[in-house]
């Protein structure tokens, strides 16, 4: 005979209230491989601690255990896992069956643990070896009483135990189950398993080979019933098992993805039998989510929209105007004649200062329009013909006026889109004779399409030779402002220096108003700011929207809690059978991460959906770009991670005993 388990000296206490419960008193107690004994005891004797105790679900204060010769009484949660799921198979009396999952499921369990993966066909194996193999697809509720533990025997046999633990495993049977139950651990028991029932019925106590009795924490008697035993049956057995663990642990290093892949399923079925808690959870990601990726693509789109809208102005484009100083009472007002700009300022600086290539003079006001029965008010620009260059404004349709045109004041026009479509209804005006203030000039281009910015409609607009408008339109003999290309945009301070100086030096402007007599606005570093000002207005909304996913993993984490609470005998369940810490970790964790990623996904489906209506019925400008998307789904991810991590650690730290006494 070899013996299997050794107990010397086992005390146990309790902490019930004010209160400390010795449960077991300095136990010794020796357990030979293939032996079957009955545990009995009333009520309070010890009997269940003593059993939880050779289960490895609970740890002695004091006192010896060995299995096998290997002491294990002072070994950590993990290790005790690890020894539970190659050594013990587990009968409880409430069958911690789990409701979501077949027969068949719920014997292959263990697997996960000792193996990495479930197999159908072991489970549906353990299950014909119990005679229930033809409800394999049945869930515990279609099954009677006795077949429920018919299939918690079969779970505790996937792991091939050599020692197989029984609580009250025919206390909630008929009697006809009662009988099947003890005639399948008689022959598990001659198959060579070691097997130890507690129970407090005689009757059951007398089909073991051996009695033990209990009376406050102590073994009062132990009494051999059958000296029989098939000792070399059972070492076969046991060496076979032995063997089997050791192919299993040389297997465990390459079964990652199979062990996330049963987790995974696992989490889905779990949050499929919740629909409305799970989609509860969701919600708030999926809002979350949704806010985050469309105020992205609402800033995205109208910072696009901008750098579209500047783009015509062009990055290398300084701008210079006549200045105001203040005159009496602090009220602005112009200069006056010697800081007005002429065309002839336009054209020296053309020549006179280095880096620059282009110098287009500018004039504007209103006009009014008339042709045939129509009138239309709208901006007349006066420009020269470089204005097309360094504007982006070659006409798409006709051409644009001529230096020679502009010399001789010629009365021809360049149009925009809005002016055709409201005297032409949109149809070609090129040729066309039109009144402008009452004066007749002929459409000789059509500009292209450039679409609104702010209150102002780019394409409302006509465009004249610059002196045709001072000279025959405006009755001026200055202009507003010179657009002024650079050639170099790095050498734009120098540039502007320059061109101040040499207009200050030309207009003979004192000293005491050098300061507001002209300016020199740089396009490029406009174009910069407002699209600054974008990225932070995108910031600030996307950082309130972010608000609501925080929310939504406040909700997350208060569901898994309730999860936990909900689960705490199933948690038991699972370590009983060989979970270690990092599987329950890993097992709530990915439910957690699993609400968040589906929320996310959800989410931008609905951001999308939201960013079509936006930009399809109100006109809105939106682009919703890669970086946004995986950004958010990043984000969402991480949600799940950050506030699943705390159910799933409080889960993972429960006590197998504990977790499954909860109710």
């Not at 206490?13 to 032996?35: C, P």
């Not at 740890?59 to 690890?82: F, H, M, R, T």
């Not at 394999?136 to 299939?151: D, I």
Request: charged share 25%.
């Amino acid at each position: 005979m070899s013996c299997l388990l050794e107990l010397k000296n086992i005390h146990k206490k309790y902490q019930m209230g004010d209160t400390v419960i010795s449960a077991l008193r300095g136990v010794n107690l020796t357990i030979e491989e293939g032996d079957f004994v009955a545990i009995m005891g009333p009520s309070g004797s010890g009997k269940s601690t003593l059993m939880h105790v050779i289960g490895l679900l609970d740890i002695p204060e004091e006192g010896e255990y060995k299995i096998s010769g290997a002491e294990v009484a002072k070994l950590n949660d993990d290790q005790l896992a690890i020894f539970r799921r190659k050594t013990i198979g587990f009968i409880f009396q409430q069958f911690n069956l789990l409701p979501r999952m077949s027969a068949e499921e719920n014997v292959a369990l263990p697997l996960i643990y000792s193996e990495g993966k479930m197999s159908a066909e072991r489970g549906l194996e353990m299950l014909k070896l119990v005679g229930l193999d033809d409800r394999a697809n049945h869930r515990p509720n279609e099954l009677s009483g006795g077949q429920q533990q018919r299939v918690a025997i079969a779970r505790s046999l996937i792991n091939r135990p050599s020692l197989i633990l029984a609580d009250e495993p025919t206390g909630n049977l008929d009697s006809v189950s009662e009988k099947e139950i003890l005639t399948i651990l008689h022959k598990l028991n001659e198959s060579g398993i070691t097997i130890i029932i507690v129970t407090h019925e005689e009757e059951i106590g007398k089909e073991a080979r051996r009695l033990i009795r209990m009376r406050d924490g102590l073994i009062v008697s132990d009494q051999r019933l059958d000296q029989k035993l098939e000792w070399s049956k059972g070492k076969s057995q046991i060496d076979s098992k032995k063997n089997h663990i050791e192919e299993v642990a040389s297997r465990s290093l390459i079964i990652f993805f199979d062990h996330f892949y049963q987790h995974l399923k696992q989490g889905i079925k779990t949050l499929a039998v919740n629909k409305v808690r799970t989609l509860l959870s969701m919600l708030g990601i999926m809002i979350g989510v949704a806010a985050v990726v469309a105020m992205l693509a609402l800033g995205r789109g109208a910072q696009k929209a901008i750098e579209n809208q500047l783009s015509s102005l062009g990055s290398n484009l300084l701008i210079l105007r006549a200045g105001a100083h203040k005159g009496l009472g602090g009220v602005r007002s112009e200069v006056g004649a010697t800081t007005r700009i002429t065309i002839e300022d336009a054209t020296i600086i053309k020549e006179k200062i280095d880096g620059v290539s282009e110098a287009v003079p500018n004039i504007n006001g209103k006009g009014q329009l008339t042709y045939a029965n129509k009138n239309w008010n709208t901006s007349v620009l006066g420009v020269t013909s470089p204005y097309t260059k360094i504007r982006s404004a070659e006409p798409m349709m006709g051409r644009f006026f001529s230096e020679e045109e502009n010399r001789k004041r010629s009365r021809v026009a360049v149009v925009g889109t809005t002016v055709v479509r409201e005297l032409f209804d949109g149809q070609n005006p090129i040729g066309e004779m039109i009144k402008v203030n009452k004066l007749n000039f002929q459409i000789i281009g059509v500009l292209p399409e450039k679409g609104a910015s702010g209150f102002r409609d780019q394409d409302d607009i006509v465009i004249v030779p610059v002196l045709t408008a001072m000279y025959r339109l405006f009755g001026k003999n200055y202009i507003e402002s010179v657009d002024i290309e650079m050639s170099d945009p790095k050498n734009a301070d120098k540039i502007e220096d320059d061109i101040m100086e040499l207009m200050l030096n030309r207009h003979k402007v004192p000293p005491t108003r050098r300061n507001d007599a002209f300016q020199v606005r740089n396009m490029a570093e406009i174009q910069e700011a407002l699209s600054a000002s974008t990225k932070t207005m995108t910031i600030l909304l996307s950082a309130i929207a972010a608000i609501s996913l925080l929310v939504g993993g406040i909700g997350i984490m208060n569901i898994m809690l309730v999860s936990v609470t909900e689960r705490t005998k199933e948690i038991g369940l699972r370590k009983a059978i060989g979970a270690m810490k990092i599987d329950i970790l890993f097992q709530f964790l990915i439910e957690s991460v699993t609400v968040s990623i589906i929320g996310g996904a959800c989410g931008i489906i609905l951001a999308w959906l939201i960013t079509f209506i936006l930009s399809s019925f109100v006109g809105w400008a939106t682009s919703i770009t890669l970086s946004s998307i995986l950004l958010a789904f990043l984000f969402s991810a991480s949600i799940g991670v950050i506030f699943g991590i705390y159910p799933a650690r409080e889960a993972s730290k429960l006590a197998p005993i504990d977790a499954l006494r909860y109710e």
